[in-house]
């Protein structure tokens, strides 16, 4: 079991990343990645914490994209830190990111909602980690939202009063850059494209086609009738059957490292099938 979908302290998880392996190792998983949005910065110090406990490890991240208008989450696996095109565009996005998180406090200013910037960094491990569940975080300790789901559904949510954009690469981006850094894309949580059957699979063979190798098709919180409608699909496209839990700490509280909502068991043939497509 494996599990290669995760989240620290360094985006929008509660855990700091040398957390993750030990939650990893606990659950019985044999490897497990670090995917945080936008970012490379917790790989080393989960990376060390792994080979500690001996649990195989693997360098990601995750990014969100522009696609059919909608937002497509990427996973791009087996990058490092240091130079590289998909690093460098890290760098902007991380810098963009700044400059929208101070918009969007403004935004929620204007609304009559009057949080401060440094409530919302005393939330985050930095500044370049903060995210949308930060400011909902605030929402909620401020008595503006009920919860976190409930503050993205008031306010933070695409579409939503306090909603401000961000910049976006496409997933073909996405991946052009991963391969030309020695990394692999695949497609996180599909359902959450918003798309119907016919849409779904049209979609994922366009990206397949752009150059991705995988599809999350065990997710942790997907039923299995979900996961088998996309292990299908994969095969169909010529797809990596990949999966993970999307663990995020308090801030997804139902879903555990390497069982997600408890039935998730991510097969380990993954990782060695996406190795395989790395190597090509």
Not at 24 to 30: E, F, L, N, R, S
Request: charged letters at 20%; one cysteine or more; a negative charge.
């Amino acid at each position: 079991m494996i599990d290669l979908h995760t989240h620290s302290t360094c985006s929008d998880g509660s855990d700091r990343p040398e957390r993750i392996p030990e939650l990893a190792a606990a659950a019985g998983c044999t490897a497990v990645a670090l995917t945080d949005h936008d970012t490379l910065a917790g790989l080393s110090a989960a990376r060390a914490r792994a080979a500690e406990l001996g649990v195989g490890f693997v360098s990601g991240c995750e990014v969100a994209c522009a696609f059919r208008r909608a937002s497509a989450h990427v996973l791009v696996y087996f990058v490092e830190g240091g130079d590289g095109p998909f690093q460098d565009e890290l760098v902007r996005l991380r810098a963009d990111r700044v400059t929208r998180n101070r918009r969007l406090i403004a935004r929620l200013g204007e609304l009559g909602i009057p949080i401060t910037y440094d409530e919302v960094l005393a939330e985050a491990a930095s500044e370049e980690a903060v995210g949308r569940p930060h400011v909902a975080a605030v929402l909620v300790a401020s008595g503006v939202a009920n919860s976190i789901p409930d503050a993205f559904d008031r306010w933070l949510g695409d579409g939503r009063p306090g909603y401000v954009p961000k910049a976006r690469l496409t997933p073909g981006e996405v991946a052009t850059l991963a391969r030309a850094s020695g990394g692999v894309a695949v497609l996180a949580h599909p359902f959450t494209l918003g798309l119907g059957a016919t849409g779904l699979a049209e979609a994922v063979r366009e990206l397949a086609e752009s150059g991705f190798a995988g599809l999350e098709v065990f997710y942790g919180r997907y039923s299995p009738d979900q996961r088998a409608a996309l292990a299908t699909l994969a095969q169909r496209t010529g797809l990596v059957a990949t999966g993970g839990s999307d663990y995020h700490g308090t801030v997804k509280a139902d879903l555990a490292v390497g069982t997600g909502r408890g039935d998730l068991a991510v097969p380990g043939r993954a990782l060695d099938d996406l190795l395989a497509r790395r190597a090509r």
